[in-house]
């Protein structure tokens, strides 16, 4: 047989196995956030059942944890030799598996801030200043969820000792992101999210319960996705 038409009908035999087969699905990553999770694979194709554990179990500890893609259903379950036993069906994308913890036993202290959006409407966070926080893009639920332009609402925060400061993330309706680090807040204090021109020169500002300024910074980032 000719030499090319020999190549030829291997490579045809070679692409029928791996569709017979399924070899040749794409397969999808499963990212770990934190230490502490296993799994059998680290790729799955999509439609899979994907099973995590997380053994890293400590008393006096709560945890939260998360997939990137709050579509994907995730269960969870417990398991005296495994620990935290998680299970899901992998998406046509990559996925990330995150965890956050506090001691239970630290002491926690509830206060209220009033949040004004002088902007335009909003998602918000606003959060501990903690390195996990500091360092992530994903941030969870928003603390305030669509605050319109004008809103002005009141947060109830959980903080503890650990807590000195807080950060304030803000994503617009353009996907314009704003942010601010170093914020002391106490009950009663009032932030503000304000701009005398364009988007970009916006800035929060954090108010005590006398109306006095104690923080100001600009706080546009940038708009997710651009180049």
């Known amino acids: ?21 399924g070899c040749g699905e794409p397969k999808h990553k499963l990212l770990f956030a934190n230490y502490g999770f296993e799994s059998d694979r680290t790729e799955y194709a999509a439609g899979e059942k994907v099973t995590v554990s997380y053994g890293m179990v400590a008393t006096d500890t709560d945890y939260r944890f998360w997939l990137d893609d709050e579509s994907v259903e995730l269960e969870r379950d417990y398991d005296d030799k495994r620990g935290y036993v998680f299970s899901f069906t992998m998406p046509e994308h990559d996925v990330t598996l995150h965890v956050e913890s506090h001691n239970s036993m630290v002491a926690q202290e509830r206060f209220c801030v009033t949040f004004e959006n002088r902007v335009q409407g909003a998602d918000i966070w606003i959060l501990p200043q903690t390195a996990e926080n500091l360092k992530t893009t994903l941030w969870g639920t928003p603390t305030i969820g669509k605050l319109a332009a004008g809103g002005t609402t009141e947060v109830i925060l959980t903080g503890s000792h650990e807590a000195e400061a807080w950060i ?6 353009d996907q314009a992101l704003y942010s601010a680090n170093d914020l002391k ?17 916006a800035v929060i500002e954090v108010l005590d319960p006398e109306g006095t300024v104690v923080f100001a910074r600009e706080a546009f980032s940038g708009v997710l996705g651009a180049e």
């Open 185 to 201: 807040l106490a009950d009663g204090y009032r932030i503000v999210f304000q701009s005398e021109g364009a988007g970009d020169d």
């Open 168 to 173: 304030v993330r803000i994503i617009d309706e």
């Open 1 to 21: 047989m000719n030499p090319t038409k020999k190549l030829l009908v291997i490579l045809l035999g070679a692409m029928m196995m791996l569709h017979f087969f």
